[in-house]
């Protein structure tokens, strides 16, 4: 065979994503990624974290096919710097999002324009990346709109206009979509990420899922809701009200929006099975903060927040402990658990693992992949975690060990006292040690005042 040939059959065999090393092993294409990111939903909002109102069988499966995690924090209480931490590996101590900050008429504040983010990373390893939902991190045409990160965006710029699930727009790429504000967008979103899978099957891909359930207004098509209606009758006379819409019955609501949610996750999960992806891709799926309390929504009906105190907005478990699911046949191992105290700000330098490519070095998140793969002996550990939030008389909470530290109101009292909890005999948080423990108490406010770096955008202490 000559060279000509030999070129033609490997540029063949790398069309197809197959390629052989020196030692003639064959070597499959880079794994795909996939990460859901589910909004508002609590610790115990899916039946495999304990939900017993409804049931989620299409996301229970990641679980059986996968690992699930017991101590995994999100980036925030809130929506925008949750989603800043989780996009640059930072906890918001350091990043430049830490509260959520409106534009109008469109939008929120945007990171700065050479912030170093997850797609821009896979970009240098050859991924194509594709966003699906809700964005939160620079309004129409700013420095930091998501087609600044992404090379195919289809859902709401503004997470202020995502309240509603039947919007007049969405867009489309920089493409403002007219709607009739009759469509249901969590649909169309849904099966736009169907479509990006199906284009981008030959090759590596970034597919993050921000969907918009359960965030309130609770709102899903009758076919969703009307099951519940009949479980829940008592809730009939029951009105919830949030953006300028009126639910009869936002029990059933909320319980239809998450099992269509449920359903969506399982035609994804056919698709990949279809496409002959499985093997290939690693799913995760996560919340952006604890249960919210719009709209009509109940969580203590639903026990949404679990065992957990607080809820959204608060810096308590409730508000930042929060799911997350990974399977990845062949690699994780299926019906496997783990008690790591992870973060969203991990997922940056475990993808950029998974992928090829070197995280920079300025971050907060380690690599889960040695967990996820099996070798817990030499996951790394973090030394502690943190957050600051800025809204609701500012806070900052720190997780070191089993040990807990809350401040609250420093906005009135910048050196507000701190609320010491042993989570390993406590994961209520409803008994203060603080004064038990006087080291503890000074070896986490040391930790508060170094992990805490003002921001131009956002200050803590003012």
Same mark, same amino acid.
């Given at each position: 065979m000559n060279f000509r040939s030999i070129s033609f059959v490997f540029f063949a065999l790398t069309l197809l994503g197959v390629v052989t090393n020196a030692?003639? *092993?064959?070597?499959?294409?880079?794994?795909?990624?996939?990460?859901?990111?589910?909004?508002?939903?609590g610790y115990g909002d899916l039946s495999c974290y304990g939900q017993k109102k409804f049931e989620t069988p299409n996301i229970d499966r990641i679980a059986k096919e996968g690992m699930k995690f017991t101590q995994h924090y999100s980036g925030s209480t809130v929506c925008a710097p949750t989603r800043c931490s989780l996009m640059t590996g930072k906890h918001t101590g350091h990043c430049v999002v830490r509260g959520n900050r409106e534009v109008k008429p469109e939008g929120q504040a945007p990171m700065p324009s050479d912030v170093m983010t997850i797609p821009r990373l896979l970009k240098k390893a050859g991924y194509t990346s594709g966003m699906f939902g809700k964005w939160g991190l620079g309004a129409p045409g700013s420095t930091s709109d998501p087609m600044e990160h992404f090379d195919v965006f289809y859902g709401y710029n503004c997470q202020r206009q995502a309240h509603n699930y039947y919007p007049d727009h969405l867009w489309s790429n920089n493409e403002f979509v007219q709607l009739d504000g009759k469509t249901y967008a969590a649909d169309l979103i849904f099966e736009q990420s169907l479509k990006f899978v199906r284009e981008h099957k030959e090759n590596p891909f970034f597919l993050y899922l921000p969907v918009t359930v359960p965030h309130a207004a609770m709102q899903a098509p009758e076919d969703s809701v009307a099951p519940y209606r009949e479980k829940f009758p008592q809730f009939e006379n029951v009105q919830g009200k949030y953006a300028g819409t009126t639910i009869t019955n936002p029990i059933a609501a909320f319980a239809g929006m998450m099992t269509r949610l449920d359903s969506q996750v399982g035609a994804l999960q056919q698709l990949l099975k279809e496409l002959g992806l499985e093997e290939n891709t690693i799913v995760l799926l996560s919340s952006d903060n604890g249960p919210h309390k719009e709209g009509g929504h109940d969580p203590g009906f639903f026990n949404s927040n679990g065992p957990f105190k607080g809820h959204k907005r608060d810096l308590y478990e409730g508000g930042i402990r929060v799911p997350l699911l990974a399977s990845w046949k062949g690699k994780i191992a299926p019906g496997s658990s783990s008690k790591l105290i992870s973060a969203h700000w991990d997922m940056l330098p475990t993808f950029c693992e998974i992928a090829g490519v070197e995280a920079p070095a300025n971050i907060d998140g380690i690599s889960i992949?040695?967990?996820?793969?099996?070798?817990?002996?030499?996951?790394?550990?973090?030394?502690?975690?943190? $957050?600051?939030?800025?809204?609701?008389?500012?806070?900052?909470?720190?997780?070191?060990?089993? $040990?807990? @530290?809350?401040?609250?109101?420093?906005?009135?009292?910048?050196? @507000?006292?701190? *609320?010491?909890?042993?989570?390993?005999?406590?994961?209520?948080?409803?008994?203060?040690?603080?004064?038990?423990?006087?080291?503890?108490?000074?070896e986490m406010a040391r930790i508060l005042e170094e992990a805490h770096v003002p921001s131009e955008t956002f200050q803590l202490f003012q």
């Open positions: 030692h003639g *092993e064959e070597q499959r294409p880079k794994p795909n990624i996939i990460y859901i990111l589910l909004d508002d939903a992949l040695d967990e996820l793969t099996g070798n817990p002996d030499i996951q790394k550990q973090h030394r502690y975690l943190y $957050w600051e939030f800025t809204e609701r008389g500012k806070s900052q909470a720190a997780r070191k060990g089993d $040990w807990k @530290a809350v401040r609250t109101n420093l906005k009135k009292n910048p050196k @507000a006292p701190i *609320e010491l909890y042993d989570l390993s005999r406590d994961i209520g948080e409803e008994n203060d040690v603080s004064s038990e423990h006087p080291q503890i108490v000074k």
